[in-house]
């Protein structure tokens, strides 16, 4: 886990993450 913090970059890499775990659960891959 990162430990640096960068205002925005979080909240976009968090988007990011969600949208891929969403995309792969309506995929049905993991």
Known sequence: ???TYE???ELVEFQSNSI???Y???????
């Open 1 to 3: 886990m990162k430990t």
């Open 7 to 9: 205002p925005g970059k």
């Open 20 to 22: 891929s775990i969403v």
């Open 24 to 30: 792969n659960v309506k995929t049905g891959s993991n």
